[in-house]
């Protein structure tokens, strides 16, 4: 057991998987000598070399591309987009080409890739550094979404998706590197990367989030307790494939949803999870599923950003409109 | 758009800085051909048959390997009228017509050797032929019963892409890979004029400079990108461009086999060697449409279109063979019924291709099971098992 933050549960993670695959690759902009803008990838140019861990030319769109015949040739790159709104210069590449590869190829092909993208706001920064661009990705099949919450997830699941055969885009909460946690390295089973996970129990209403949103909700279910109401908080881990079997499971148990995510409600993962649930726990619920996410606004200056990002009041306040039903 | 060409005279690429050897240049270039607005390339061959050389690409041709490359652009000539024909007869949704490139795709193809890899676009049905792949797996994605359908790695031949200049970033990345399993194994990315104005082109240059990545960049500037032509794509000769990359750009005569057969050899040795990039522009012409949802009358002249008659890739190389009297009649005959068996096979394969499962749209998206195409697969199934039942559906 170590002591780690989320950032240096990834760089332990990306670590073994080069220590263990000669085939790993890690490409990116300023992952070399820097280590990252922030610092996921540090030490590990010094310890694997230039060809391994690759500094690449400021262009999204050709480490995408670059990486998808460096995989078609046999290895596994694990691209880095330095922060969320830049991955759109490589939007082409990975909708029409990584995700479509396979199925083109009739199989024939495998296409592991991973493509790591901090995500989220709530550092300060300036545009196009704090969105949460997952539902576009969802959207494509060919694709798998993660996003891991905490250090122990970050650790298992980069090396559980540089294992998968399929392309995986692997989201950051950038406002969560530096928390920390015991993260075990000798865990026998951990818990497959396509799988959600009940991270607290409760019986009166189900929280769902992922990514940066599940620390809020852990906060806002603590919160609620005081209230006297019995939250259970539902960490995503996975938005495509969806683990709707585990959501399901505990909105049976506590017959109330709310969805929370930074990325704008409007067309977004709440939906999608609304629409499932109600499909699925229709005379089980005792409201109607709710939304908490950022407003159908170009994501803010960081002045005002709180007020777009979910917070413990925002949830809690769906929380209320959930019980007043 | 003829009248630019008279301003093209320079041939002599800039070779990248740092290099060891001196990279292939156009030095020496002749016009020999004598029709009008020619622009300066390499040329081995001349449109009359004559055989001239070159003194950096010299070219040792025995007869059966002329008569060689005779048979093989003539036979993917009867495959890509096949295909045009099973579009007419609608048999096929598209067919994109490579007429009139038979020589750049048959003289690029036939330089690679088998571990090295190509990256087509979508009208490389003569690279194909060359890398081994059979002609009827070409013909699926035109008929709408996959979106490419072969296994890359069997022919290392990549998938037909219809991104414009997506795969030049492909091919860049395999040359990377090449580099990192220490082989000599060389990379092509094919792509066009119209796709020389892509984002992913001008990336793909750029990682191939800065990694010194073995891959040659082939460039078949047929003049048309649909409608619009070369003038709309670059006010300077494409070839010029690699100079500001930092590797060599030279432009062949893409209607003479020989030359593209030379120029493509030297430019994969120049990658093999550890030399790194270069681009080749291989100066043709669309004789066809774009593809047969196109009307080329709309933007393009009858006269434009006979000027490059004259200078048809395959009538040239068979004025040599006459010249040099290494063909005669038998074998010109051998050929064309060769191409005529061919052309049969393709189209009862073609035939024969059978429709997809509907269930088959699930297949492959992914390697190991996603809980989401499970769920929508089922669905399907019982959807369909639903209209069996009700005996509405054979």
């Known amino acids: 057991m170590t002591q780690l933050t989320l950032a240096k549960a990834i760089n332990a993670g990306l670590r073994k998987s080069m220590e263990s695959d000669p085939k790993v690759l890690l490409m990116g902009e300023d992952i070399g000598k820097l280590g990252g803008v922030f610092r996921v990838t540090d030490g590990l140019q010094k310890d694997f070399g230039e060809d391994r861990v690759i500094d690449t030319p400021l262009a999204e769109s050709g480490i995408i591309g670059t990486a998808l015949g460096l995989a078609l040739r046999g290895f596994r790159p694990v691209c880095e987009i330095q922060f969320d709104g830049f991955v759109f210069p490589a939007f082409d590449q990975i909708t029409t080409q990584v995700a479509k590869f396979r199925a083109r190829s009739l199989g024939t092909v495998r296409m592991p890739l991973v493509i790591r993208i901090p995500s989220g706001g709530g550092i300060g920064a300036v545009e196009h550094h704090s969105e949460s661009p997952e539902a576009l990705f969802a959207h494509t099949a060919g694709l798998r979404v993660v996003s891991c919450s905490n250090p122990v997830d970050g650790y298992w699941m980069i090396q559980q998706a540089i294992r998968s055969d399929d392309p995986v885009i692997f989201f950051e909460p950038k406002r969560r590197y530096w928390e920390k946690a015991e993260v075990d390295a000798d865990l026998e089973t951990p818990l497959p990367f396509d799988r959600a996970a009940v991270v607290r129990p409760g019986t009166d209403l189900t929280l769902v989030a992922h990514g940066p949103m599940v620390r809020t909700c852990l906060d806002a279910a603590k919160a609620a307790e005081a209230e006297g109401r019995s939250i259970e908080v539902v960490d995503l881990r996975t938005i495509s494939p969806l683990d709707v079997d585990t959501v399901a499971a505990s909105v049976e148990r506590t017959g109330r949803l709310v969805v929370v995510h930074e990325a704008p409600v409007f067309f977004g993962l709440g939906a999608e999870l609304a629409a499932k649930i109600t499909e699925r726990c229709f005379y089980r619920l005792e409201s109607p599923v709710l939304r908490v996410g950022g407003f159908y606004a170009p994501y803010p200056p960081s002045r005002v950003e709180e007020i777009y990002l979910p917070d413990l009041d925002r949830v809690l306040d769906a929380v209320d409109r959930a019980f007043a039903f | ?394």
């Open chain 2, 1 to 394: 758009m003829t009248g630019r060409r008279a301003v093209e005279k320079s041939t002599t690429p800039t070779p990248a800085s740092g290099s060891t050897k001196r990279a292939p240049q156009g030095r020496g270039t002749r016009r020999t051909s004598g029709l009008k607005d020619e622009p300066e390339f390499i040329q081995l061959l001349t449109p009359t048959g004559e055989r001239i050389d070159h003194p950096d690409y010299p070219l040792a041709l025995s007869a059966d390997q002329a008569r060689s490359l005779y048979r093989d652009m003539v036979l993917v000539r009867r495959v890509d009228a096949e295909g045009t024909a099973l579009q007419r007869q609608g048999e096929l949704g598209l067919w994109a017509s490579l007429l009139g490139q038979e020589a750049a795709q048959i003289g690029s193809g036939r330089a690679m050797r088998a571990d090295d890899f190509a990256f087509p676009t979508y009208r490389e049905h003569g690279v194909a032929w060359c890398r081994g792949v059979p002609p009827v797996n070409l013909l699926g994605m035109f008929r709408g019963v996959n979106h490419g359908g072969w296994d890359p790695n069997e022919n290392n031949f990549n998938l037909y892409t219809i991104v414009l200049g997506a795969q030049a970033l492909h091919a860049v990345g395999y040359a990377m890979g090449v580099q990192r399993d220490g082989g000599d194994s060389a990379v092509v990315a094919y792509f066009g004029d119209g796709a020389s104005s892509e984002g992913d082109v001008l990336e793909a240059f750029v990682f191939a400079a800065s990694y010194n990545a073995p891959v040659v960049f082939f460039c078949q500037n047929n003049q048309w990108a649909i409608s619009e032509p070369v003038s709309r794509q670059f006010r300077v000769p494409l070839y010029k461009r690699a100079a500001g990359f930092g590797f060599p750009g030279v432009r062949v005569d893409g209607n003479d086999v020989l030359a593209c057969l030379a120029v493509t050899r030297a430019a994969l040795e120049h990658a093999r060697s550890g030399q790194g990039p270069m681009l080749i522009e291989a100066y043709t012409y669309r004789m066809g449409a774009h593809t047969t949802s196109d009307d080329p009358t709309r933007y393009r002249s009858d006269d434009e279109v006979e000027s490059w008659r004259a200078k048809d890739p395959i009538a040239r190389l068979r004025a040599y063979l006459d010249r040099e009297g290494q063909a005669d009649e038998v074998f010109y005959k051998a050929v064309d019924d060769e191409a005529d068996e061919l052309a049969a096979e393709i189209r009862a394969g073609c035939l024969a291709l059978p429709d997809p499962e509907p269930l088959s749209i699930f297949e492959h998206s992914y390697a190991s099971p996603h809980a989401q195409v499970d769920e929508e697969r089922a669905f399907l199934a019982d959807y369909l098992a639903g209209f069996e039942a009700e005996g509405h559906r054979a």
